[in-house]
Nanobody, 125 residues
């Protein structure tokens, strides 16, 4: 089974940086795609970034492109999200997601069958 454990959320000032990490602690299967979604209060859940096991680079939502970087460690079954130049509108609960399929450019939440519990990121202005 796939079990996702997130870490690294917290409070940061606007313009600052934060790194989120996610480990697939379930050792039965290795996820072929891992990524992040987020949900702000009163808003719909939205795609942030994802990366497939076979890819060298990830893909991003336009709202975070150039500021966020997703990376992975296939041997450790982990994915990280480096967030720079944070804005107040980045405040949200961030969810690590994973799927056994290889997704390239897929941003639909329903395509990711495994979700973590979420970690809060708050950016103060």
């Amino acid at each position: 089974q796939v079990q996702l454990i997130e870490s690294g959320g917290g409070l940061v000032q606007a313009g600052g940086s934060l790194t989120l990490s996610c480990e697939n602690s379930g050792h039965t299967f290795s996820a072929n795609t891992m990524g992040w979604f987020r949900q702000a209060p009163g808003k719909e859940r939205e795609f942030v970034a994802a990366i497939s096991r076979s890819a060298d680079t990830g893909y991003y939502a336009d709202s975070v492109k150039g500021r966020f970087t997703i990376s992975k460690d296939n041997a450790k079954n982990t994915v990280s999200l480096q967030m720079n130049s944070l804005k107040s509108e980045d405040t949200a609960v961030y969810y690590c997601v994973a799927d056994l399929g290889s997704h390239f450019g897929v941003t639909v939440a329903a395509a990711f069958h495994f979700w973590g519990q979420g970690t809060q990121v708050t950016v103060s202005s």
